[in-house]
């Protein structure tokens, strides 16, 4: 199957700062791509969706001055984390696929700790 | 909206055992139905998927997986487990048009012992 990559694949960071996490689709082009946020022994959350060269749209109750998305390419997305409390700390994984009805691949994830 | 339960959040059995992994999903429209599975320090890969058509769907390591639509139900089954099959495994639904965004089940672990 296609791969996605995320990077980096752990990050610690302190209180205040912002954190930018890559997600990379590497062996095709990805139309869209999906942002989630895992909590530990939970389920996967959707955070918001982005097509290429258009805004993200974000899910209810996700903050978009917060988590800053951006899909400028068909190969990469970037999910910023805008001045980080530990309250964010969190397993973040990306998917991609290529077009409506089409797969979704998954990143390996990102585990975000803010101290 | 829409909602997957996955009813077990650890599922323990012996090697070569049957195994049978509930999902129950809820939903106002018609949905797909996927299972994906994680292994340990690994991304989310697709294991099977109900599209439309046959209500049997199989993977091909040995799962599969009944759509059934009166009981809201699509849990996966292996009549016989291996070692290498101790992973997380999360139900998921989406609706067949718009941005057909995937809702998640709870995951269940599964841990084969010898």
Redesign the interface.
């Known amino acids: 199957?296609a791969v996605?990559s995320q990077h980096p694949s752990w990050v610690i960071c302190k209180s205040g700062t912002s954190v930018k996490i890559e997600c990379r689709s590497l062996d095709f082009q990805a139309t869209?791509m999906?942002w989630y946020r895992q909590f530990p022994?939970?389920?996967?959350?959707?955070m918001a969706?982005s097509n290429e060269g258009s805004k993200a749209?974000y899910e209810q109750g996700v903050e978009k001055d917060k988590f800053l998305i951006n899909h400028a390419s068909l190969t990469l997305s970037t999910l910023t984390v805008t001045s980080a409390h530990p309250e964010d700390s969190s397993f973040y994984?990306c998917?991609a696929r290529d077009g409506?009805?089409n797969?979704?691949f998954?990143?390996?994830?990102t585990r975000l700790t803010v101290l | 909206a829409q909602s997957?339960t996955q009813l077990d959040?650890q599922v323990p059995v012996f090697e070569e055992a049957p195994v049978e992994l509930r999902c129950n999903y809820s939903s106002s429209v018609s949905v797909y139905l996927f299972w994906?599975v994680q292994y340990p320090?690994?991304?989310?890969?697709?294991l099977l998927?109900y599209l439309s058509g046959s209500t049997l769907v199989e993977s091909i390591n040995g799962f599969e997986a009944e759509f059934n639509k009166s009981q809201t139900s699509f849990h996966l089954r292996k009549p016989s487990v291996h070692i290498s099959d101790t992973a997380e495994y999360?139900c998921a639904v989406s609706s067949p048009t718009g941005?057909?965004?995937?809702?998640?089940?709870?995951?269940t672990r599964l841990t084969i012992n010898p």
């Open positions: 199957g996605v869209t999906f022994k939970q389920s996967l959350m959707l969706t749209t994984i998917s409506p009805d797969e979704q998954f990143g390996p994830g | 997957v959040s994906y320090n690994q991304g989310l890969q697709l998927k999360f941005a057909q965004k995937l809702v998640f089940g709870q995951g």
